[in-house]
């Protein structure tokens, strides 16, 4: 009832990850598809860097050959294109295509923020062609960016939509949201999770959904905070001119380009205490807590600052 009263979707079916909100979103789009267009409509663009998860279908929709590797022959009727490129989408469109999945923000594949009209663009290019718009907010949902669900930053709405991660704060729980028009597809045995909608899971979720809607969380802690964090990383940006590129992102999901490969300093920022993770080969990702406060990110900032001193 939270997650409809509070985005665009009328239907949710609830499961245990953010692969398998995404295994539901591909299925329930190909047999909505085929059961509205056709039997030969199938396919479905996704884009270069991006991550959706690791079951065989997801896996496939992950535009990384090395996510892939090994696990060949893999599930046909996926094409990939460049992410925020607009003509390069429209060019891979066929009589076959079905619908566009892709990242309001691609996380794993290095922090990359589209276009401010990327996404206008990419639903209006959806429209035109009969296709489902599917989101995979399981990195960018719930709060992370500031708002409580990234579409909302671009003025859309999906068809379909995946969430997890932090849905259920650490309890393993993920959802699949749906217009009710393409929700219908699925009727009874159309999909289905043993485990998933549990009592234990459902009960953190309605906290954390609970939680982000009290007034000022997302506008003023989540944004807040983000602003800070990109400010101050900014700042040490000025200090290490020759080691980092960029600093960008959108609430507190943040990254930071480095010339060089990051895994290093990953190891020894763990090595001290600190846990940040490397995306795309030379980006630092930051996605704190979102209770996070100032003095928590000047620690993270001394550590940083330390460990990038003793490698330059």
Not at 16 to 30: D, F, Q, T
Not at 95 to 120: H, R, S, W
Not at 163 to 182: E, F, N, Q, R, Y
Request: proline content about 4%; charged content about 20%.
């Amino acid at each position: 009832r939270l997650l409809v009263e509070h985005s665009f979707a009328d239907k949710v079916f609830f499961c245990n990850s953010g692969a398998e909100a995404n295994e539901a979103a591909i299925k329930l789009a190909r047999k909505y598809a085929k059961e509205h267009q056709g039997k030969d409509k199938f396919e479905i663009i996704t884009a270069l860097n991006s991550f959706h998860g690791r079951t065989l279908a997801t896996l496939t929709a992950t535009g990384q050959e090395k996510f892939q590797k090994g696990f060949e022959p893999l599930m046909p009727g996926f094409k990939y294109v460049p992410f925020n490129d607009i003509s390069a989408l429209k060019s891979l469109i066929t009589q076959n295509t079905c619908a566009v999945m892709l990242e309001p923000i691609q996380g794993e594949g290095g922090i990359k923020i589209p276009d401010p009209d990327y996404f206008k663009n990419v639903r209006e290019l959806c429209n035109k062609n009969n296709l489902l718009l599917i989101l995979d907010e399981v990195q960018t949902g719930m709060g992370r960016t500031g708002k409580l669900f990234a579409y909302e930053h671009y003025n859309i709405t999906p068809d379909i939509m995946a969430l997890a991660k932090g849905l259920g704060s650490g309890v393993p729980i993920g959802a699949m949201l749906a217009s009710d028009k393409v929700a219908s597809a699925f009727v009874p045995g159309s999909h289905a999770s043993t485990f998933g909608g549990n009592p234990l899971v459902c009960t953190a979720a309605i906290a954390t959904i609970e939680t982000l809607l009290e007034d000022g969380f997302l506008l003023d802690q989540c944004k807040r905070m983000g602003e800070y964090l990109r400010k101050e990383l900014k700042n040490l940006q000025k200090e290490f001119p020759s080691v980092i590129i960029d600093v960008r992102g959108k609430g507190l999901l943040v990254g930071m380009e480095l010339t060089r490969d990051c895994s290093t300093i990953v190891k020894a920022c763990m090595e001290k205490g600190l846990l940040v993770n490397c995306t795309a080969g030379n980006v630092l990702r930051f996605t704190p807590a979102l209770i996070v406060q100032e003095k928590d990110i000047d620690h993270m900032l001394d550590i940083l600052g330390n460990v990038l001193s003793s490698l330059s």
